[in-house]
């Protein structure tokens, strides 16, 4: 405490910090850059390690060996009652297929209306049938459960997943090991099927889906794997971890997942990379960062890239085995694939309380190294302090007049905090205006405008975006006059504090969010005041505004698939992000749309106000 | 200043009511930080129905409200009308009754105090500008009110408990101020001041608006409104404490030791609020606090005796109303010896939750003679202004106690601008504001990712509350500082030279 006591050591630090305010910026901000790239460098690293004792030292035995007989199943499933044609789901040969391998069989169907027609998979009123299939447990009380799912869906071709997945029920029937129930699910139509299904079986209804309750259910889940298999030849399998949200599954999911593939030589990828040896190589070097930034885009968008995703929520571990046909020299048999989710099934049987012992906040560089949460938060909390930094110069420079605006409690009779007060309301207006109106307005945008819906919700919220950029700084100049040089500061301080509080939630809750926002955000809004060239800076704000940074995330995704695509390609991807983005908001409680609507968007606006502040 | 409070009463009663409406009020209603097993609404409610069915209330391991409060509520519930008229008549005596005197000690003042005059309005138009206030203010409130649901009138109770707290502080923080000037008058006439500290003075100006932002940043406080919403019983309380300080700031005595009592019974933490309210009687009535003083001993003992009296009638009260002696291990008990372990905003159930059990008694009592030792030393040290040494009780009260909750840290934080005169002595204020901001934020998210999430665990939670009440002791601890450095430039000069001429610098040791 002798720091905060004394006065002298006080002040010497206060004019450390002021004079040197903007050198220690920059240095921080470069610090935090490549902080972020240095998580990649595998000597950086630690090792990922199983934790869990009860999946550790078990070693089980795979015997499971109808691979054969699941793909003739998969063709007797395929063509003639085409699964996933234009009929929707066989629920009746699915029904039966499941009774005569003896589970309890129940199906829940579900309807939903979308706010609008879903583009990318031409849907709008979605009505589906999810059929689940129980194994009960022979070894003890029936309190807990474990999902394996499939998603048949049209127009995607899963029926091997689902063949595979009556194999393993019949194989699984006959065994008695089984001490936690064993809940077969085939759901139709993707992640509405699954939201349906888990809303159903906890009783809960967040989203307001139609959906019959459910007959049958089994002790709650600890565990849940989705299986998807879209190809005939499977070459590799790729584990997807991303959530709703950007929540993550515990790490030994993965490690399960890596240690089985390890022991049945199956070559097992993670966001669809391999995993190479050559770290010291700049090559080497690339490629993991290449993967971990992959990871960190999709954990970012927020929105559930499988059937687990939505498992998540429910404090269930899920992760999704997803099958490629890639990498032509090597082919696994679907007995591989069988055998390994054998093993996966039997080691989350051995659990005895929910997974917990290893890392829930990581980043993955490769599936057997890990970033975690100690290792990676310093990279967004060197950007974060540049904005209490700057909030601490500003609040030296300011002395007393800044007391108000900081508590949050604000004096009506005085015209200075009324100057800050106008901006954020009204940017936080326009920012309600944003979250609410493109949903609202389709019908009346569609009747004037030769647009579809999916079109009209998008181009007005685009719409509503640039026009909020006019609008503020113009009526706030209406209203309360001239701005004083005091009244800028006290905005900016006022809004340095609330973006620092903000990025710094956000980047609790979904780390990469917070950090790809605070890349962008953080430069211009350190270094903005109002006596700068305006029409430069201007477009420089605009240039890292929110909307601009998911547009560059797409075009860095694209380019990290390998799957570049031209200006006016990448246009339509962006349009067609944001309309997934507001539909997943919608269907499944996805936070990333109204936190950039309602709170970034804002704050954003509260800088461009102090821009053009006179 | 009658029309900014009526208007500011509105807001605030706006906002409450929207929010009652609004789906909100059940989110807020199930959070930690809001409430308390002690004052959780739904045991509230558990208890009434408990009390309705002819069992104690006290028979299970949820409800732990005082006798008196479920009788309140069971009495509110049914004639809610005769509760409204009586606590709106409550209201209007409180302003008109206290009103005369004031009026009768400012005539004596205002022959050597002519400024006053600014807080004097011509006292009958005062008057029914007040009677108007709140005759206007519970209409309104009625009218957000009209649709009745059986607990709607609870609601209306707890805006009005707020709205009281509101006032009394207004007045309790108007009384003060006058005191002040007229004490720094008096010491001013008697030269008591330093020549070059003329600008540590206060002015009526500055001090005109200082009740009402009082008022404010109570009715205002996000943490209040949440602690309203969610129906929590802390407003009461917290009118209660307000409503004893009030009276002791107005020099009732009886009413004072009344009121004490009353807050003690609710809570047993305000029983260090008595060594700041005898100090504030004794300098009123110019007796020395020396021991060997017969009038000290005297006053003393008349004082404690009318709160341990009232005390004492109170519990008595209470026994006769439940017929049993169940309340008081299932209050008091329960307050000392914090066997539920719900996480909150403060320090014990981490604690107590890591402890091997039979250290559970050492360290209970530990944690609470905490709350109760720092009343020594801080009465020593601020014998010369109970008022203050009021604020330090109440926040020590609010950090330390046992299942804190929001709406306490919104009490004390609503005096911050009585004392808004010491902000050039701050010296953390930025740090503190970053941090408590920084940490209500947090509180949600970090409940979320453990809780409903599963990826964090309660030490992320714990980390926050432990961040959280060292902003507030440094909040504190900062404008304790800054009170005595106030005080001390007050008779030594505001420019301090060293011996050999440099300027000093002051540093609390």
């Known amino acids: 405490m002798g720091l905060l006591s004394d006065p002298n050591r006080r002040k010497a630090l206060t004019g450390l910090l002021t004079r040197l305010n903007t050198p220690i910026c920059i240095v921080c901000y470069l610090a935090g850059i490549v902080w972020f790239m240095g998580l990649a460098f595998e000597p950086f690293t630690l090792r990922t390690y199983m934790s869990e004792n009860a999946m550790g030292s078990t070693m089980v035995e795979e015997r499971f060996s109808s691979g054969e007989r699941a793909l003739s199943l998969a063709k007797e499933f395929d063509p003639p009652s085409a699964c996933c044609g234009l009929n929707g789901m066989p629920v009746e040969w699915l029904v039966k297929a499941m009774q005569s391998r003896g589970l309890e069989v129940f199906t829940q169907s579900f309807s939903r209306k979308l706010p609008f027609p879903d583009e990318n998979k031409e849907r709008y009123m979605v009505r589906g049938t999810n059929v689940y299939g129980i194994l009960r447990a022979p070894r003890a009380p029936r309190t807990e459960a474990l999902v394996i799912t499939a998603p048949c869906s049209p127009g995607n071709t899963n029926n091997q997943a689902v063949a595979l997945l009556l194999a393993l029920a019949q194989y699984f029937r006959n065994q008695i090991y089984w001490a936690k129930d064993i809940i077969f699910l085939v759901n139709e139509h993707d992640l509405i099927g699954t939201q349906a299904w888990l809303e159903g079986y906890h009783h809960t209804n967040i989203t307001g889906m139609e959906y019959s309750p459910l007959q049958g259910r089994a002790g709650s889940i600890q565990a849940a794997l989705s299986l998807e298999l879209s190809s005939d030849v499977i070459t590799s399998l790729d584990l997807v971890l991303e959530g709703l949200n950007g929540q993550l599954p515990n790490l030994d999911l993965a490690n399960l997942f890596y240690a089985f593939c390890q022991k049945l030589g199956v070559l097992c990828t993670i966001q669809g990379k391999l995993q190479r040896n050559d770290w010291d190589t700049a090559e080497g070097y690339t490629h993991a960062a290449q993967t971990m930034m992959l990871m960190v885009l999709k954990q970012a968008c927020g929105r559930s890239w499988g059937d687990h995703g939505l498992f998540l929520r429910y404090h269930i571990e899920a992760a999704s085995v997803r099958g490629i046909n890639s990498f032509r020299h090597y082919k696994t048999d679907a007995t591989t694939i069988g055998r390994l989710l054998e093993g996966m099934v039997r080691k989350l049987n051995n659990l005895l309380e929910r997974l917990h012992q290893s890392y829930f906040f990581y980043l993955l560089p490769s599936l057997s190294r890990f970033v975690s949460i100690g290792y990676y938060m310093p990279a967004f909390g060197l950007l974060a302090v540049i904005l209490l930094l700057r909030a601490l110069d500003l609040w030296v420079h300011l002395g007393a007049p800044a007391l108000a605006a900081v508590d949050g409690v604000t004096e009506p009779s005085s015209p200075g905090v009324l100057t800050v007060l106008t901006p954020v309301v009204i940017s936080h207006l326009t920012g309600v205006a944003l979250y609410l109106l493109p949903v609202h307005l389709q019908e009346m945008a569609v009747e004037h405008f030769p647009v579809s819906e999916t079109e009209a919700v998008v181009l007005t919220a685009i719409a509503i975006y640039t ?93 990290l698939i390998e799957a570049p695509v031209s200006v006016s390609e990448g246009w339509m991807l962006f349009l067609s992000v944001i309309s997934q983005g507001i539909l997943d908001h919608a269907l499944y409680g996805s936070l990333v749309y109204p936190l950039l609507a309602l709170f970034i968007y804002p704050c954003w606006l509260m800088f461009w106000n102090i821009l053009f502040w006179n | 200043m009658a029309a900014p409070l009526t208007l500011l009463l509105i807001v605030a009663v706006t906002i409450r009511a929207v929010l009652f409406r609004s789906s909100l009020a059940e989110l807020i209603s199930a959070r930690v930080e809001v409430v308390s097993p002690l004052n959780a609404w739904k045991r509230v409610v558990e208890g009434l129905a408990l009390l309705d069915l002819g069992v104690s209330p006290y028979s299970g391991d949820v409800f732990h409200e005082t006798p008196l409060m479920i009788y309140l509520f069971h009495f509110t519930v049914d004639y809610a009308e005769i509760v409204f008229i009586v606590s709106a008549y409550f209201v209007d005596c409180l302003s008109c009754f206290l009103k005369p005197l004031d009026r009768a000690k400012m005539a004596i003042n205002s022959n050597y105090l002519k400024s006053d005059l600014l807080f004097n309005f011509p006292g009958c138009c005062e008057l029914i500008s007040w009677f108007i206030t709140i005759i206007v203010c519970l209409c309104f409130c009625k009218f957000h009110f009209l649709c009745t649901c059986k607990y709607t009138d609870v609601r209306l109770c707890h805006q009005i408990a707020d709205g009281i707290t509101a006032l009394a502080l207004y007045l309790s923080i108007q009384t003060y101020n006058k005191d002040v000037f007229r004490k720094q008058k008096y010491a001013l006439e008697s030269d008591r001041y330093s020549a070059d500290c003329l600008e540590l003075l206060r002015s009526p100006k500055e001090m005109f608006y200082i009740p009402l932002k009082v008022a404010m940043f109570y009715l205002l406080n996000p943490f209040t409104i949440l602690s309203c919403v969610a129906k929590s019983t802390c407003g009461l309380n917290n009118a209660i404490i307000a409503l004893f300080i009030f009276c002791t ?163 004390y934080m609503a005096f911050l601008p009585a004392w808004s005169h010491l902000y050039r002595f701050l010296r953390n204020i930025f740090l503190v504001s970053c941090v408590l901001l920084a940490c209500s934020a947090l509180f949600p998210v970090l409940w979320h990712l453990w809780i409903y999430a599963g990826s964090a665990n309660s030490n992320f939670y714990y980390a926050i509350t432990l961040l959280f009440n060292f902003g507030q002791i440094l909040l504190v601890a900062d404008y304790f500082y800054a009170y005595l450095r106030r005080e001390h430039h007050l008779t030594h000069g505001l420019y301090l030279k060293k011996k050999d001429g440099t300027e000093a610098t002051l540093v609390l040791k």
Not at chain 1, 484 to 509: D, P, R, S
Not at chain 2, 266 to 291: D, E, G
Not at chain 2, 400 to 405: C, D, L, N
Request: with cysteine.
């Open chain 2, 249 to 411: 700031l107005k020099g009732s005595a009886l009413l004072s030791g009344i009121l004490l009592a009353l807050a003690t019974y609710q809570s047993i933490y305000p029983l260090t609020l008595f060594a700041p309210a005898l100090l504030f009687f004794l300098q009123r009535l110019y007796i020395p606090v020396n021991l060997r003083r017969s009038s000290f001993w005297f006053f003393t003992l008349q004082y404690a005796f009318m709160y341990v009296g009232s005390l004492v009638v109170i519990t008595g009260l209470s026994f006769f109303l439940l017929g049993s002696w169940d309340f008081i291990p299932s209050v008091y008990g329960f307050i000392f010896s914090v066997p539920d372990l719900t996480p909150n905003i403060g320090l014990f159930w981490y604690f107590f939750a890591e402890m091997f059990e039979h250290f559970r008694l050492f360290f209970s009592c530990v944690f609470q003679i905490n709350v109760f030792f720092y009343t020594i030393p801080l009465s020593i040290k601020l014998k010369e202004h109970p008022v203050f040494l009021i604020f330090m009780q109440i926040a020590i009260i609010s950090i330390f106690k046992s299942y804190p909750t929001v709406g306490d840290v919104a009490l």
């Open chain 1, 467 to 559: 026009a909020g950029l006019a609008l503020p700084h113009n009526t706030q100049r209406l209203l309360s006059g001239e701005g004083t040089e005091q009244g800028w500061k006290v905005l900016k301080l006022t809004a340095l504090l609330y973006l620092a509080v903000l990025l710094g939630c956000t980047a609790l809750i979904n780390f990469s969010l917070g950090f790809i926002l605070a890349v962008t955000l953080v430069p211009i809004t350190a270094s903005i005041t109002p006596h700068m060239p305006k029409a430069l800076y201007a477009v420089v704000m605009v240039l890292l505004s929110p909307a601009f940074t998911i547009l560059y995330c797409v075009f860095i995704y694209q380019e």
